[in-house]
């Protein structure tokens, strides 16, 4: 196998199952922290690790144009991403929390049409989002109750999702550093400082106790901070500068099993057929939108956001 080859698939795998482990960590951990003071010292952590290796290392430095846009960026993926998905996890299982960050692949597909000079995706690829909201139609008509459901949960994680879709379509191109760790570090930097703001005004930093930071809640935060955003994330913002936003967010098929198994396995979740209906749903939606249009989501992503960088000078 080439190194080429080796690397991309270690960052695929990555991004599947490091990611979708990270949805229990998440849950054991908002059990004591509160979940934005929780998501920001796994955000500022992360990133400062990676920004600290990038100038040790003499990467290019990065303009005040790409510190913008990784302000942007951060604001999308963990301030309303992250900090939704943290928060929601209080309210709904950590399995279903998976499912609804599946429908990231959605908002990619749609957000992409819409940008000026975006194609319209294909048949197949609309079939796809029409069966995937269906299976979050499924999971959630019935309201709370069964699986621990909760509709105000199941909206702000759809949300989430939304945020990250458009993050990664967003943050390409010379909004993009050139150094890997540039890219991936700056953004968690920027989220982690919103997040921290967000947490103070919310109150959460001054209710906050040193007996809240258990050992299973400290352990899930060290996870979070390594695995899931040191070498996770540092793997997605690879893939998405390499092989394009749809296909590095292909860890949607996995991170929903990787996730209900774990919840099921781990923490008692429950495992009903209504997910299992609506997970094998959302994931033959994400299939039929990546055969159906990944030409139409690479090709039309990079033309829009020219328009709009023009738009903004």
């Known amino acids: 196998m080439s190194r080429g080859r080796a690397l991309r698939l270690g960052a695929y795998a990555s991004t599947w199952l490091i990611w979708g482990s990270t949805y229990l960590a998440i849950a054991w951990g908002v ?6 003071l929780l998501v920001a010292l796994r955000s ?10 990038a100038r040790l290392r003499g990467h290019q430095a990065p303009t005040r144009a790409q510190w913008r846009a990784a302000a942007a960026t951060g604001a999308m993926f963990f301030l309303i991403g992250h900090g939704g998905l943290f928060w929601a996890e209080q309210r709904v299982a950590s399995g279903i929390a998976a499912l609804m960050i599946a429908t990231e692949h ?7 049409w819409a940008l000026p000079g975006g194609k319209a995706p294909s048949r197949r690829a609309l079939l796809g989002v029409a ?7 499924v999971l959630t008509l019935s309201g709370g109750g069964e699986g621990g459901l909760d509709l105000v949960g199941i909206v702000v994680l759809l949300v989430a999702a939304g945020a990250w879709g458009a993050g990664s379509i967003y943050f390409q191109g010379e909004r993009r550093p050139s150094s890997g760790a540039y890219a991936a570090g700056m953004p968690l930097v920027a989220g982690g400082v919103m997040l921290m703001i967000a947490s103070a005004a919310m109150g959460e ?3 906050v106790r040193a007996a809240d930071f258990t050992p299973l809640a400290v352990g899930s935060l060290l996870y979070l901070i390594i695995f899931g955003s040191v070498v996770a994330f540092s793997a997605f913002t690879w893939l998405v500068n390499t092989e394009g936003p749809s296909r590095a967010a292909s860890y949607v098929y996995i991170n929903p099993f990787v996730a209900v198994i774990l919840g099921w396995a781990l923490a008692g979740e429950a495992l009903t057929p209504r997910m299992l209906a609506a997970g094998a749903a959302i994931v033959l939606a994400v299939i039929l939108i990546v055969r159906g249009s990944p030409s139409d989501v690479r090709a039309a992503a990079p033309a829009g956001l020219r328009r709009l ?3 903004e000078a």
């Open 31 to 36: 059990k004591t922290v509160p979940p934005f």
């Open 44 to 53: 500022l952590a992360a990133g400062i690790i990676l920004v600290a290796w």
């Open 106 to 112: 959605f908002w990619i597909v749609l957000l992409t």
């Open 131 to 137: 069966i995937g909201l269906g299976g979050v139609a």
């Open 205 to 207: 930093t001054a209710r």
């Open 309 to 311: 960088a023009e738009r």
